[in-house]
DNA sequence: CACTTTATGTCAGCCTTGTTGACTTTCCAA
DNA sequence: TTGGAAAGTCAACAAGGCTGACATAAAGTG
């Protein structure tokens, strides 16, 4: 151990030998490993409907909270409601998505799965937990706490609100 | 499959609670809110330089592996050559990466930083680590432990391999 | 009622970064 | 000497980000 890199200086206890330069690449290019892992199998299921990432953010958020808003939507994806605008279009189209509008706002659009939007999404997300499942289990119940504990630091204080909210709402 | 479907239905033991798909979605929507912090301090920096998250990409693992071969390189981040000699070409002609053909075989190229190409490495990978470091330390080192368990496991093998190269690695 | 704000949609145009395909040059190795 | 690997280049294209401008409808406000 020792130096490793450039910026180490000896550590006042041993506890803090996770804190160091190296370390903390090994765990920059795991996410980045990582990340292409957790995208891989939607990927390759999404190609097979002529869709991409955007699609599958904007199907797996409506499945989760049914109703949501454009605007809502627009601030968990953050991007432009240009850029969702164009996704949500194509999944509209293509009878994926249901936008009604609003009872009490009738400027809101509240957007559902269809039928044929439920499918896609089963597929997408059980392949995308196919692959979480077999790593939970493989890494156990512990690690798999401190994995979300790690997570949940990494997020941008707003992104927590979002996934926190998520939690909790039913 | 029994349980696991929709809904929750009792599992055999307590203990597998952590991989119901309630646990199993929120460990994914963690890793995408996740990733989204885990990208965002080193664009804002990219921004100001007019470079992209794949120049980030090509600066690290040229940092990380000094003369690699441009294949190397392709294996790692997993692009076309013609994407990633879009990218090598303007770091090139920008001063920030050195291009040497081998000793042994002509024709590879062995990539190197430039002092300027050192110089914004070190910014951005500050600033990645400065929040990784957070994170880390919010978390604790058991925490850590379970995260990088966690991320290994969801990579493909190929990535594994590549990962753990790069453990051993120097 | 008039005015403003909000939510949404849309058009046009731009950028980055990925793709495929075709082709050339260099040069190692059988 | 010839085949093929490594690298680079050119062209064309697509997804999915972005900005800016503008339209519409509905809600809110004075």
Redesign the pocket.
């Given at each position: 151990m020792s130096d490793r890199g450039t910026g180490q200086t000896p550590v006042s206890g041993e506890t803090l030998l996770f804190l160091t330069d190296d370390q903390l690449r090994r765990g920059i290019e795991a996410m980045f490993f990582a990340y292409r892992g957790f995208t891989a199998d939607p990927d390759r299921i999404?190609q097979e409907y002529?869709?991409?990432?955007?699609?599958h953010?904007a199907v797996h958020f409506i499945k989760r909270s049914p109703g949501t808003?454009?605007?809502?939507l627009?601030n968990i994806?953050?991007?432009?409601?240009?850029?969702?605008?164009?996704?949500?279009?194509a999944l509209i189209e293509d009878g994926l998505v249901e936008?009604r509008v609003?009872k009490?706002?009738?400027?809101?659009?509240h957007l559902y799965l269809t039928e044929a939007g439920q499918e896609l999404e089963k597929e997408l997300s059980e392949a995308q937990r196919g692959r979480m499942r077999a790593a939970y289990r493989d890494a156990g119940p512990e690690a798999v706490a401190g994995f979300r504990q790690v997570l949940e630091q990494i997020m941008d204080p707003e992104m927590r609100r979002h996934f926190q909210t998520f939690k909790e709402g039913s």
């Open positions: 999404l002529s869709y991409g990432r955007a699609h953010r808003t454009v605007n809502n627009l994806l953050g991007v432009t409601k240009q850029s969702l605008n164009r996704v949500l279009r936008s609003g009490q706002d009738r400027r809101e659009r």
